[in-house]
């Protein structure tokens, strides 16, 4: 069965240090991966997602995401953070071929310090 | 901007009523997906609709259910409220053929639902 952690639970930077958000998953081949962001009274909005080829897959607001297959694992980064970025990030996964249902790890709380 | 808007905002109901939560979707998103989020979880699927039909459903129990409308409107369908329905209620409209995973989905701000 698929599965998604997100080891951190919740996350301090300083703004315009860096970040990396980590997820790791369990499936048996390559699945569908993405990236979310939820800010308080607003929907969970798309950074990114990894279906196949390029491993680093660019997405919105600066954010990146790189996927290894060997380690399972398919981190977010972004170089400099902004105190707009503090939000929820949720990592998802999905089965090509079972394509209704997402697992979404339970979140990365990321606070920014000024 | 998503177009995704999610009525009510918040809802109390006690234990055993049944609830209703809907959601606009975008025009031209012949898909909708819900969503149940527990506070301090991620969400969790429940179902998804497609041009008015079922299209697929997570382990979420019978006295769950939905209605697509043609008009881009749908709605969840809680019964017999029980303790643990107490979450936000997400719903996901895209596009795209049959609604699979790779159609980014839009998601709404959802409906926050406690049960006393």
């Known amino acids: 069965a698929q599965s998604v952690t997100q080891p951190d639970i919740h996350i301090t930077v300083s703004e315009g240090a860096s970040l990396e958000l980590r997820c790791n998953y369990s499936y048996g081949a390559t699945p569908y991966l993405f990236w979310y962001v939820q800010s308080p009274g607003q929907g969970l909005q798309l950074l990114l997602k990894y279906f196949s080829g390029d491993t680093l897959v660019q997405g919105i607001k600066g954010f990146e995401a790189e996927f290894k297959r060997s380690q399972s694992s398919f981190n977010l980064r972004k170089p400099s953070v902004h105190w707009s970025d503090a939000a929820e990030y949720f990592c998802?996964?999905?089965?090509?071929?079972?394509?209704?249902?997402?697992?979404w790890g339970l979140g990365t709380s990321l606070a920014v310090n000024p | 901007e998503t177009g995704v808007t999610q009525s009510p905002t918040h809802l109390i109901k006690t234990r055993g009523q049944q609830v209703t939560l809907r959601c606009s979707s975008q025009?031209?998103?012949?898909?909708v997906s819900w969503y149940q989020q527990a506070l301090g979880q991620g969400p969790q699927f429940i179902f998804q609709y497609y041009r008015e039909e079922e299209n697929g459903r997570g382990n979420f129990p019978p006295r769950f259910s939905g209605l697509q409308f043609p008009n881009y409107s749908s709605e969840l369908n809680v019964n017999a409220l029980e303790l643990d329905d107490s979450a936000l209620y997400l719903c996901a409209s895209s596009t795209g053929l049959a609604g699979g995973l790779t159609d980014t989905q839009y998601f709404g701000p959802g409906t926050r639902l406690t049960v006393l």
């Open positions: 998802a996964v999905g089965a090509p071929g079972n394509n209704r249902k997402l697992i």
């Open positions: 025009s031209g998103h012949n898909t």
